[in-house]
């Protein structure tokens, strides 16, 4: 969107529009003639309540319908429409300012084409465009659609996946060169003016740092150091870098134990890029997931360091005891082996004495919930979980004894020995072929970008080469598949057989016993349980 178009249409105060409707031709062919115009009154209906509520929320502008125009069974493909020619010349005759249809594909099916209206057509007649549907609007910069609208055009969500992803690859990419990506550098740091993408010794911010490592060296916890820097009236970050954002009245001007902590933990400090702590479940979705510190992407000597090392590696082992003198005495069966399957955190178990109950919470909610939107309580009563996964243990147990005994008999080494050999090789050769299909269609995708081959080419290639990668993966996951069964059988630790004999046997089982048996239990927040077995049952794919 050039910038020119841009200014000009926030100064246009009185809008000529058009609204456009269409008909398709399969809707033509399906529809009786009164569902037909029942269609097109509805798209009119649709975009007239659009522009009544644009007119009440724009007081100071004119909202003029100049024309309503529709095409019924002409296949959108085509944009040599009676009506729609219309519209181009009353654009062209400057009648018209704004263009309104109830989703994208009321302008037209031909995405080439779609895109070109809306990415130069219409800037270059000063029009604006809106799709209802889509919340596509060309007057509105911030409008996140707008960016994507030439891809809800291929009328696919498949391509705004692929294009997320070019971009998160992209940021990672410079993540790993050390570059920063993210917006405000930690307390004590600026980006460089001259090299926004590293950083620079801010003094004051620099001076509180050394400040809060100092004391944490004397000993003193999160929350006294934040007492100290409270009582001493020192600045917190936000104001440091004169950054007012609209904190909670309570939270406004007091340091809290969480900022110090994360500051002492902070291997910026040490002169390292530290990225790539928070992740989304996907390009939509609006909750961020903080990743475990091994999965943080870190590149050293980056820039100047504020704390020396062993200063800091000092403080973490002060943090660490400091811990350990503070988790409750309580001791849960399951303490310790129950982890959040949304963020991957631990989930903690929390005593409630007035109630003499017992609730599981996410320790990442716990810590942030109420604060930035992370995770979710994932709170429920802890006996009775205690209870269903003893159940679920034992039920997985009886399996396994059972299924014991008849394994046995299948124990014939060297043909065990050349069948993992042929699977590996498959799945070898699986992959390859997967991702060079993958990469045809990168292929196709650029070729029809730069115009090489049209939509209908396009769309026929792709749908043929995503069959391809269909039956190459399930190929894939059959051959993965046998080769767990084949060897889970053969790392079967041998006496296994007796702890889960042990357990059965047990009519409370105890820690130890739920440790060697149990790598960790998943949690989720519609209340489902995982149980993730140190071993597999080894038979159970037989
Ligand atoms: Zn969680």
């Known amino acids: 969107m050039n910038i020119m178009y841009d200014n000009l249409l926030r100064t246009v105060k009185i809008l000529y529009i058009i609204i456009y409707a269409r008909l398709s031709k399969e809707e033509k062919d399906k529809q009786s003639t009164e569902e037909q115009s029942q269609s097109i009154k509805h798209q009119f209906e649709i975009c007239r309540e659009y522009i009544e509520e644009e007119q009440k929320e724009y007081p100071d502008c004119s909202f003029i319908i100049v024309e309503e125009l529709y095409d019924d069974g002409i296949s959108g493909t085509t944009f040599d429409r009676a009506d729609f020619n219309k519209l181009v010349k009353l654009i062209e005759n400057k009648q018209a300012n704004m263009v309104i249809t109830k989703d994208l594909s009321r302008l037209g099916r031909d995405h080439i084409e779609t895109d070109n209206y809306i990415e130069k057509w219409f800037p270059e007649h000063n029009v604006r465009y809106v799709s209802i549907l889509e919340s596509v609007d060309t007057y509105d910069t911030d409008n996140v659609s707008n960016d994507i609208a030439p891809l809800i055009n291929w009328s696919n969500d498949q391509f705004a996946k692929t294009t997320s992803k070019k971009i998160r690859k992209e940021f990672k990419k410079m993540m790993h060169q050390g570059k920063w990506v993210g917006g405000e550098p930690p307390l004590g740091y600026i980006q460089n003016p001259k090299d926004k993408y590293h950083f620079i010794i801010e003094p004051i911010g620099a001076e509180i740092v050394k400040r809060i490592f100092k004391l944490a060296l004397e000993e003193k916890t999160s929350e006294e150091i934040s007492d100290i820097l409270i009582a001493d009236k020192v600045p917190i970050p936000t104001i440091i870098k004169g950054n007012k954002r609209d904190l909670n009245v309570e939270l ?59 200063d800091f590696n000092s403080v973490q082992l002060l943090i660490k005891s400091n811990k350990n003198t503070t ?188 440790g060697k048996l149990i790598e960790k239990i998943e949690l989720s927040e519609d209340g489902t349980i995982d149980i993730h077995y140190k071993v597999q049952n080894p038979y159970k794919n037989i």
């Open 327 to 514: 988790t409750n005495t309580h001791d849960y069966l399951l303490k310790g082996i129950i982890k959040c399957k949304e963020c991957h955190h631990s989930i903690g178990i929390q005593h409630f004495n007035k109630r003499n109950n017992n609730y599981t919470i996410c320790s990442y909610y716990r810590k942030y919930g109420s604060k930035k939107e992370v995770c979710t309580a994932h709170r429920f009563q802890y006996e009775e979980l205690e209870k269903l996964v003893i159940k679920s243990i034992k039920k997985e147990c009886m399996q396994f004894v059972d299924s014991t005994n008849f394994a046995d008999k299948l124990k014939d080494k060297e043909q065990s020995k050349q069948l993992i050999t042929d699977l590996k090789l498959n799945i070898d050769k699986s992959n390859r072929k997967i991702s060079k299909i993958e990469k045809q269609i990168d292929t196709i995708y650029e070729d029809k970008l730069n115009g090489v081959i049209d939509d209908e080419q396009y769309k026929r290639m792709v749908i043929n080469k995503q069959d391809d990668i269909i039956f190459e993966k399930s190929k894939l996951e059959q051959y993965q598949k046998d080769l767990e069964s084949i060897t889970a059988k053969k790392n079967v630790e041998p006496n296994y057989n007796k702890k889960v004999k042990d357990f059965l046997a047990m009519k409370k089982p105890n820690k130890k016993i739920i």
């Open 252 to 310: 406004k001007d007091l340091w809290s134990s969480y900022t110090i902590s994360d500051i002492l933990r902070n291997k910026t400090y040490l002169g390292h890029m530290v990225q790539g702590k928070t992740t989304k479940l996907n390009y939509k979705s609006k909750k961020i997931i903080y990743l475990p510190e091994e999965d943080w992407i870190v590149v050293k000597n980056m820039h100047e360091p504020i704390i020396k090392e062993s």
